[in-house]
């Protein structure tokens, strides 16, 4: 028989608190399992520095075989790992728990800032996601950025932008009072129409927009604006004035104020639109200065 011992004794006193494992293996065993002669010898030399160790504490014997079963070494019960942490919520459709609708407009502002999910992001000089007030009555929706809202990140700054101006003080609101964004967040070159796939890519940072700030109604400028949020197929001119619906919020579809720079006969139409939405809303508008 040959005697594996897998516990280096150290030099103090045995006691009773101490059990020293010692396993019994028979030298067939070994050599089945394909332990070599290096491996052996140094089992060889571990046993012969145990059994020194033993006679140096007065044990003058060690039984050959155990009629009793060694009692198995007693561990303390390892202490349970700490759950792990939960993961952040990701920025999701609605508004987290928790923060402010200041602050997650703001996370979704930094995500379009990194956004690379289309080409657009290629040949954009800023992304522009969007500005304005929380729960407002109204929400503009546009097509895109154009060079000018591209140059500083704003939406609706160009000429169009300030004959939106002009449309919302008509209705009695200031820029800051309503909130002003678009389909999508960087500016197609050469102001050409966004792709679908370039909208499917970026409509969920506006989606995510409105639920947290939840305007009363929404107003989509243009053809552009009223296909990607509610999938409209009829040509603007003959959907103008008509209402749909998104996720429970009431929108009117009219044109596009570039539209309106090139057709001013359509202002009009436009102007009965808008007046349409105030009267929704329990409003008229304000009597010019």
């Given amino acids: 028989m040959f005697f594996v ?5 150290q030099k103090s006193a045995i006691d009773h608190s101490r059990t020293l494992a010692i396993s019994q293996f028979s030298l067939p065993f070994l ?26 504490q007065g044990i003058t014997h060690v039984p050959g075989t155990s009629k009793q079963p060694v009692t198995p070494v007693k561990r303390a ?5 700490d759950p792990a942490p939960a993961a952040p919520p990701l920025a999701g459709a609605a508004p987290r728990g928790g923060l402010t609708q200041s602050v997650e407009l703001q996370l979704i502002t930094d995500e379009v800032a990194a956004c690379r999910r289309c080409l657009l992001h290629r040949t954009r000089t800023r992304t522009v996601p969007g500005q304005g007030a ?35 003080a008509a209705m009695g609101y200031t820029r800051d009072e309503v909130f002003i964004g678009n389909i999508v967040k960087c500016r197609p070159p050469g102001n050409r129409v966004p792709s679908p796939e370039e909208m499917n890519d970026c ?17 989509c400028l243009g053809a552009t604006a009223a296909r990607g949020l509610v ?3 009829l040509p603007i001119g003959k959907a103008r004035g008509q209402w749909r619906e998104f996720e429970g919020i009431p929108v009117m579809l009219t044109f596009h104020p570039a539209y309106l720079l090139r057709d001013g006969t359509k202002k009009g139409a436009c ?16 009597k010019p200065a």
């Fill in 271 to 286: 102007w009965s639109d808008l007046k349409a939405v105030l009267a929704r809303l329990g409003k008229t508008p304000p």
């Fill in 31 to 56: 050599l089945h399992f394909g332990y070599n002669a290096s491996l052996m010898n140094i089992l060889h030399s571990q046993t012969v520095e145990y059994l020194r160790y033993l006679k140096e």
């Fill in 203 to 219: 409509i969920p940072y506006l989606k995510r927009q409105i639920a947290i700030i939840q305007p009363k109604l929404i107003v």
């Fill in 231 to 233: 999938q409209e197929t």
């Fill in 77 to 81: 019960p390892k202490a349970a790992p």
């Fill in 5 to 9: 011992f897998f516990v280096v004794p």
């Fill in 134 to 168: 929380l729960r407002p009555d109204v929400m503009f929706i546009g097509e895109g950025p154009g060079a000018n809202e591209d140059e500083q990140g704003i939406a609706f700054v160009g000429r169009a932008g300030q004959l939106l101006t002009r449309m919302i």
